[in-house]
């Protein structure tokens, strides 16, 4: 029962180093969604893929890319990694079902502190 | 406007008794759903109960019941005989369905629940 299988958990970046943050679900979801969590505050959707090879800007794309060259897959990259991207990131996904109630399953999150 | 508002940033309850998380929501969608997560100390996201706008009933999971007022645009979180494991962050969160929305969710700012023994 892996679910949604984020990696690292934990990161530790300097200013200007870059990275890919992964994201792997073995479900079969068609939707893929990325999130930021600020401190003491709600999730803020990245980007966003409803399938293989198809990804949109979500409400905070700045300073972030993505890619989705297989179903279970949606890495999340870092280009000039930046204080204000300090945060907790999510990865989620869901069925393609539409209107249903199916809820997005979550990751375990990776933390990330850029100093 | 913020589309999800979450007006208590804490709340205490005791063991045992009953407690309302509140949440309201802004949209023109006439069609939508509204979920609830709870996101213990931990961190992990965990999903909880779902009412879409079309649903006559309110929706119910266990001890979890969701009190949805549509006119009012509230959706509010029932946890009922709370338990000391009921101590986290809970979140409340919408989908808007048309305009090719995708599936995505918006999230309110939480409400962090904590339960006295």
């Known amino acids: 029962n892996a679910g949604v299988t984020q990696t690292p958990k934990f990161r530790i970046l300097k200013i200007g180093q870059s990275m890919t943050l992964q994201c792997a679900q073995d479900?079969?979801?068609?939707?893929m969604y990325w999130y930021r969590q600020d401190p003491g505050m709600g999730l803020k959707l990245i980007y966003y893929s409803v399938g293989a090879g198809i990804t949109d800007k979500g409400e905070v794309p700045n300073g972030y890319n993505v890619s989705r060259s297989t179903t279970e897959d949606f890495p999340l990259r870092l280009e000039l990694a930046a204080p204000s991207q300090t945060s907790v990131y999510f990865c989620?996904?869901?069925?393609?079902?539409?209107?249903?109630?199916?809820?997005?399953?979550f990751g375990d999150g990776t933390r990330l502190s850029i100093l | 406007a913020q589309k999800i508002t979450q007006t208590q940033p804490g709340m205490f309850v005791q063991e045992k008794e009953a407690v309302t998380l509140d949440c309201t929501y802004d949209?023109?969608?006439?069609?939508?759903?509204l979920f609830w997560y709870k996101q213990p100390s931990s961190g992990e996201m965990i999903f909880l109960i779902y009412?879409?706008?079309?649903?006559?009933q309110n929706a119910t999971e266990g001890r979890y019941s969701l009190n949805f007022q549509k006119a009012r645009k509230s959706a509010n979180l029932v946890i009922s005989a709370s338990q000391l494991g009921d101590s986290a962050m809970y979140f409340c969160?919408?989908?808007?369905?048309?305009?090719?929305?995708?599936?995505?969710?918006?999230f309110g700012k939480g409400t962090l629940l904590t339960v006295n023994p």
């Open positions: 009412q879409g706008s079309y649903d006559q």
């Open positions: 949209t023109s969608d006439p069609s939508y759903g």
């Open positions: 479900m079969n979801h068609n939707y």
């Open positions: 969160a919408m989908r808007e369905d048309s305009g090719g929305s995708n599936y995505k969710l918006t």
């Open positions: 989620a996904s869901r069925r393609g079902t539409p209107f249903s109630n199916q809820p997005q399953h």
